[in-house]
């Protein structure tokens, strides 16, 4: 089924469209708004090998790691979606009522919030906007998707799986992927809005719903921390690094950045990484457009903290992954998001210097 984006000087009428339908949605109980999550898991195996090649062109992924981290999660949460939606959308009895309130009882009742903007991502074009799209139609609302302009026909190709395994055309409208319609969607007339990005895009997209008190919820990207405690296995807790650090060629917001090892474990822990390292990953860094930016602000953090009394653990630095011993909070690596494959060791005598180094 092709489907025609609506421009950003078509959202108010696609609004009341979507709110109209949107209406009649939500006084259907939860289990019969999951009706067409079989039909949409079934359509995303029937169109995997479609799905691979879209994502690969598009910001570059090879075929098993589409179908392992795009195409199987999206449908493992479809069927837990399908199967806990019911009981988690049921209306419960609140517990904990005040002495004061003696004898009443109270119920807790999960309300749709309405339209949901969604405002979507490039790294994992299909996931993270596939389970987003999901869960708010399952609740109950109205979506109006603005994929990202980075991967516009994995956008046009999921909302299509979405039409075709039943979901109501009006109740899901497709939004142009220009960068300033995700501007024009957080302006609208919208009751919620869901973004997945920078933190700076994040910061900006909260002071534009705060005037009107339209609540969000935001995925930021990140700058995450492995703590490697005394009586870990050294070696399986780099290899666990290794694989967070290159997922998706470190294009990922939850991907290992910074390891934080017990002074006992931490021999051996550099010792796997370097063995791991001296492999040659098959890395896709330069999809979509910016690639090479993020890629050359990874590499100057990585050359600043080297310049700092840092070390790297393998290779010389010109080309990632970055792999990058004796690091220190001090550093501006290891406060700053490098969406690139980064990974940094830092040698620490006890968990409380683990956790001083985290939250300095």
Not at 65 to 86: F, G, K, Y
Request: charged share 20%.
């Amino acid at each position: 089924m092709r489907i025609q984006p609506i421009q950003s000087g078509e959202l108010p009428e696609a609004l009341v469209r979507a709110r109209a339908v949107q209406a009649e949605w939500s006084l259907l109980p939860p289990r019969k708004r999951t009706f067409w999550l079989a039909a949409f898991r079934a359509w995303l195996v029937d169109q995997s090998s479609h799905w691979c090649h879209t994502i690969d062109a598009e910001v570059g992924k090879s075929r098993e790691e589409c179908l392992a981290t795009e195409i199987l999660p999206l449908a493992a949460a479809c069927a837990h979606l399908a199967q806990s939606a019911p009981r988690l959308l049921a209306p419960r009895r609140a517990k904990g009522t005040p002495l004061f309130l003696t004898g009443a009882t109270d119920k807790v009742h999960r309300r749709p919030r309405g339209v949901v903007g969604v405002i979507g991502t490039w790294n994992y074009p299909l996931l993270l906007s596939g389970v987003q799209l999901a869960q708010a139609l399952v609740a109950g609302n109205a979506v109006v998707f603005k994929p990202s302009e980075k991967a516009p026909a994995s956008g046009m190709l999921l909302v299509e799986g979405l039409l075709a395994a039943g979901v109501p055309p009006d109740l899901i409208q497709l939004l142009e992927t220009d960068a300033t319609a995700g501007e024009t969607l957080a302006a609208s007339e919208i009751d919620h809005l869901v973004f997945t990005g920078s933190r700076a895009v994040g910061v900006r997209i909260a002071a534009a719903l705060a005037p009107r008190m339209v609540s969000s919820t935001l995925e930021l990207s990140g700058h995450d921390a492995l703590l490697v405690l005394p009586g870990a296995d050294p070696k399986e807790a780099a290899r666990a690094a290794w694989f967070g650090t290159m997922a998706n060629s470190g294009r990922t917001c939850i991907a290992t950045r910074r390891c934080l090892v017990s002074a006992s474990l931490v021999e051996g822990f550099r010792d796997e990484l370097a063995k791991l390292a001296a492999i040659p990953p098959s890395m896709v860094l330069d999809k979509p457009e910016g690639g090479k930016a993020r890629l050359a602000h990874a590499r100057g953090l990585a050359e600043e903290a080297v310049a700092a009394g840092a070390r790297y653990l393998a290779g010389t630095g010109e080309s990632p992954p970055y792999l990058i011993d004796n690091v220190n909070p001090g550093m501006r690596i290891w406060r700053e998001d490098a969406f690139a494959p980064v990974l940094m060791i830092m040698s620490c005598a006890d968990e409380r210097e683990m956790l001083t180094a985290e939250t300095a």
